[in-house]
């Protein structure tokens, strides 16, 4: 019988996390908005509200983590 072919498995907590885009950015919520929301100003809180794309230097080992996109 031959033996399965070896595939990476999708990080959950990566598929969960992050959003590649179809130009190959990723796409990520930014932190700092769900507690402590008072001392932050509705300017900050809006903003942070906002997605962001990620740093090229995290990229790699976020997209190493989603093998199926």
Known sequence: ?????????????VAKRFKVTATGKVITQQAGRRHLAGSKNRKRKRHLAKAKVLDVSDMDRVILNLPFR
Request: aromatic share 0%; proline share 15%.
């Open 1 to 13: 019988m031959p033996r399965p072919i070896a595939r990476r498995k999708t990080k959950k907590a």
